[in-house]
């Protein structure tokens, strides 16, 4: 399993009509800065899951007896006993406190008896290298998890054999997590949810999902209250790793009943199945390796296969999106219109808010580029506690650079000063260097029809 290259990851550099000449990418943070203390998110805000039991019962067996390529799983496997975690290599000085903050929640939210150790004998082992290492092995992976090893130098070797084929796993005592060491803080604690998640419990990813780090759209990115009570399921008690999907399935309301019960009382919505040829359309349009005229035609696909499908939630919004986003340099005017459609489908679907969020920012960022400052506050006032609230500091930090335009189109000046500055510590987290936070200063600062592009 792998954090893949694409969608929001790749959009949070993607605020002005068309690309940036000095896009900033994922810099790690080892040099002294001469820029404001980094900030960090205080205590997690976990949102409960607000669908049927009924509905989590079909996510919990597709997440866990399905691999994301679409090949079953014959056997439910976990760790059966207490779960150790060292780290290795090189980690960058974010990566400790990230994760021992993450394992906390697990132990606290998840009821996971997992710890980190400092010796190398451990279940877990999460090494920490260069990302040139990581593409050499897995091109298009950010990071990714591997059973039954525990260095990168064994992966070559071993990635074709028996030992790190999932499929024939029955339990799980020895597991690998490759990190980049060299990436933003947010992007290495990014990685560390999702291929922590997917080391300890399911391992595929569902698009229709709105609320979790088990969908490969990469909107959240820190495990959140839906993923806690399907990692909670995993480990519970009367689960054990060799079972059918049958045995699982025939323990699970119960399971959930006594876990969540509030999901009792709600109404079942059945979501749709995601179609694989609209997934292979939005990896295409957001993915590394097409042409431009490649995305732009995958991104209108996903869009007609939305359509014929008759969604209307998360998904339907997302393709609109993605055409929206590929398409700002050539049309910000059709653009724009894709990101109203998305904004649209996003307001009808529960769990969308960090959705929300994103598109606000694309919207906020054309109203400033037309020196609409007050309809861009409009836009982005409701969405900074929205990405506060998920943890996302590249998000949080792009509307507050945004909010500041904004408030200078409005004469605001001082208070605009003030945004900005209170913004570079998130922006640090979120990007990385200074030179990376620098770079998108300038790009939010050229929307600014009052600065143009030398602002």
């Known amino acids: 399993m792998r954090r893949v290259i694409l969608p929001f990851c790749l959009m949070l550099g993607a605020c002005v009509p068309g690309p940036s000449v000095d896009m900033p990418s994922r810099a790690a943070t080892h040099e002294i800065s001469t820029m404001p203390a980094i900030k960090s998110f205080s205590s997690p805000r976990p949102v409960p899951p607000m669908r049927s039991n009924r509905d989590i019962q079909r996510d919990f067996l597709e997440l866990s007896f399905q691999l994301e390529s679409g090949r079953t799983l014959k056997y439910f496997s976990r760790f059966e006993e207490p779960i150790s975690i060292a780290v290795t290599g090189t980690p960058p000085p974010t990566l400790i406190p990230d994760l021992n903050r993450l394992v906390h929640r697990l ?31 897995l091109p298009k992976a950010a990071c990714f998890v591997v059973p039954n090893i525990s260095r990168l130098s064994q992966y070559r070797a071993a990635r074709h054999s028996r030992v790190t084929n999932w499929s024939l796993l029955t339990t799980r ?31 595929n990813d569902l698009y229709r999902l709105p609320d979790s780090v088990f969908n490969d759209d990469n909107v959240h990115t820190v495990l959140t209250g839906f993923d806690m009570l399907i990692l909670r399921a995993y480990y519970a008690p009367e689960l054990r790793s060799g079972m059918t999907r049958a045995q699982v399935a025939a323990r699970l309301p119960a399971i959930l009943s006594r876990l969540n019960p509030a999901g009792d009382r709600r109404a079942p919505h059945y979501a749709s199945s995601t179609p694989r040829e ?17 995305r732009r035609d995958a991104a209108l696909s996903a869009v007609r296969i939305a359509e014929a499908v008759g969604w209307r939630d ?39 808010d960090l959705h929300r969020a994103y598109t606000a920012a694309q919207l906020a960022a054309y109203a400033i580029s037309q020196g609409r400052g007050a309809d861009a506050l409009v836009l982005l006032n409701p969405h900074l506690s929205t990405a506060e609230r998920h943890e996302n500091a ?24 003030a945004v900005r500055l209170d913004s570079l510590g998130w922006a640090r987290y979120g990007f990385g260097e200074d030179w990376a936070v620098r770079a998108k200063l300038r790009e939010i600062s050229a929307l600014n029809p009052l600065k143009g592009s030398n602002g």
């Open 314 to 352: 998360h998904r339907r919004a997302f393709s609109h999106f993605a055409l929206g986003r590929l398409t700002q340099a050539t049309d910000p005017d059709f653009a724009q219109d894709q990101f109203v459609i998305a904004d649209q489908f996003y307001r009808r679907t529960p769990g969308s």
């Open 394 to 417: 590249a998000l949080l930090s792009t509307l507050m650079m945004l909010r500041a335009e904004a408030l200078d189109l409005n004469g605001r000046t001082s208070e605009a000063n």
């Open 107 to 137: 132990r606290t939210e998840a009821g996971i008896d997992v710890a980190r150790v400092r010796n190398g004998n451990a279940n877990i082992t999460i090494e920490a290298v260069p990302r040139s290492e990581i593409r050499r092995n």
């Open 173 to 203: 005592k020895k597991l690998a997590i490759f990190l980049p060491n060299d990436s933003s803080p947010q992007e290495v604690r990014d990685c560390l949810h999702e291929e922590l998640a997917q080391a300890l419990g399911p391992l």
């Open 278 to 294: 609209w997934i292979e359309a939005i990896q295409t349009a957001l993915g590394p390796g097409a042409r431009p005229a490649q």
